[in-house]
């Protein structure tokens, strides 16, 4: 959520930076609310004032025994208070309204973003590796998963509907391996593992910016809960509504969860395999840091996520998202892009974003360092997929499939499926 007052104070370049993102937000429409908002905050103020005033002139006057005039005087405050009654409850729809439309407006981008409509305005910072080259045709992961029998796309329409998958034997397995190898991987580079609630409430969507903007996009109990799109929901707001110390500062967590997305948007994109479907598994990244050192912990963490990819020896490539290509709640964007011989082309697989102190300021959380300043100021928020794990074994599936049907399995990941060196149909 932006900052009235910034708005307010920078309405020029508020509306510059909603165009390069492509955002339909009416700024005059809320400087008008704010406008009224304040005027109802100052009429308020100054009937307090009045009515204090009158309530003093009340005990001189009953102390000089002018009762007549003290009852006119009593009068004069029940009006008084009559009025700021009815003036304070416009006052609270002013500030609900304010609110609401501060929580439809996205995230300013950074500086450092390029300026452009689509994905195709997204420019790219590295690659790393070198897309396998196959001496046959290799096959998309889902024709290999069934063949293998780790994939089965049937059965999950039979359980549940389209875009459900069910993972049999080494799919399962190398599931869990992959989930525990992240995980691993992230402890060893200071991340703090957590386990959290599948299910959130609204307040705590709300926070991260996933309500109200995005509703259709999640699937909602009959309790008024939610399935979590993503554990950033989570991980953000253990400390809404909290203080932190600069000093502990930053705090990097880590969880894996299953997550859930109804892709109300999304009709007719990625429709066949694991790539875009309504229930994943993904291993998370969320960091709190200060506003001066946000940026480099940006980069840390998609060092992070890349280093998961350089261990398995997946080839990918990293690209920042340009303006209109950003999240809501982004001021700046990598994408982390795993190359797919089904496609012939480079997927994301992580998406990294500085948050700013957007998230913060909707969740309440802020810090304090007493020694730099007084008070207390929003804490900045990171978050990344560290990674998709669907997407994660897919890749590993494609790129390390051999002429003969099988898979080779990753060194790094052999530890954690007994020594097991390949995948063969069975």
Same mark, same amino acid.
């Given at each position: ?67 007549? +005039? ?39 981008? *950074?500086?450092?973003?390029? %300026?452009?409509? +689509? ?11 070198? !897309? ?5 045709? !290799? ?5 290999? #998963? !069934? ?6 796309? *049937? ?12 993972? #049999?034997?080494? #799919? ?43 509703? *259709? *996009? ?40 299953? %997550? ?9 994109? +990625? ?9 994943? +598994? ?39 998202? %340009? ?31 500085? %948050? ?18 007084? $008070? ?7 978050? #990344?997929?560290?990674?998709?794990? $669907? ?18 399995? !990753? ?16």
């Amino acid at each position: 959520m932006l900052d009235a007052r910034f708005v307010r104070d920078n309405a020029d370049e508020v509306r510059a930076a909603l165009s390069e993102r492509g955002a339909s937000w009416d700024v005059d429409a809320f400087l008008a609310l704010d406008a009224t908002r304040r005027e109802l905050i100052g009429a308020v103020e100054a009937l307090q004032a009045r009515r204090n005033e009158s309530s003093k002139t009340i005990g001189l006057l009953m102390k000089e025994g002018q009762r007549e +005039d003290a009852d006119a005087a009593k009068d004069e405050v029940r009006r008084i208070n009559e009025e700021i009654g009815s003036l304070e409850s416009r006052m609270a729809e002013a500030d609900e309204q304010t609110r609401d439309m501060l929580l439809t407006v996205p995230n300013l981008p *950074d500086k450092s973003v390029p %300026c452009g409509i +689509d994905e195709t305005d997204n420019v790219e910072v590295r690659r790393w590796g070198r !897309p396998p080259e196959f001496s046959f045709e !290799p096959k998309a992961h889902w024709d290999l #998963g !069934p063949e293998l029998g780790v994939i089965d796309f *049937d059965r999950g329409v039979k359980l549940a509907k389209s875009r459900f998958v069910v993972l #049999g034997r080494d #799919g399962a397995r190398l599931t869990r391996a992959l989930i525990s190898f992240m995980l691993d991987t992230h402890a060893e580079r200071g991340y703090r593992e957590w386990w959290v609630p599948a299910l959130a409430n609204a307040e705590t969507l709300t926070a991260t910016g996933n309500l109200p903007k995005f509703e *259709d *996009d999640l699937f909602k109990t009959g309790e008024g809960l939610y399935l979590i799109p993503t554990a950033e929901v989570q991980l953000t707001n253990l400390h809404r509504d909290e203080v932190l110390e600069a000093s502990e500062l930053p705090f990097n967590y880590t969880a894996y969860t299953p %997550c859930f997305r109804e892709e109300a948007g999304s009709a007719g994109r +990625d429709t066949r395999g694991m790539i875009r479907v309504h229930q994943f +598994d993904k291993v998370e990244l969320v960091k709190f840091s200060t506003p001066e050192t946000s940026m480099e912990a940006l980069e840390a963490m998609v060092a992070d996520a890349e280093h998961i990819l350089q261990q398995l020896g997946l080839a990918y490539r990293t690209v920042t998202l %340009c303006t209109g290509d950003m999240g809501f709640a982004a001021a700046k964007t990598y994408d982390i892009e795993v190359w797919l011989p089904s496609y012939r082309d480079f997927k994301e697989i992580s998406s990294c974003s500085n %948050c700013t102190d957007f998230q913060a300021r909707r969740a309440g959380i802020k810090y304090r360092s007493p020694g730099e300043f007084k $008070g207390s100021r929003f804490v900045h928020t990171l978050n #990344g997929s560290g990674l998709a794990v $669907g997407r994660t074994l897919v890749a590993v599936l494609e790129n390390y499939q051999r002429a003969d049907g099988t898979v080779e399995v !990753p060194e790094v990941l052999r530890p954690y499926l007994g020594g097991q060196t390949e995948i063969v149909a069975g």
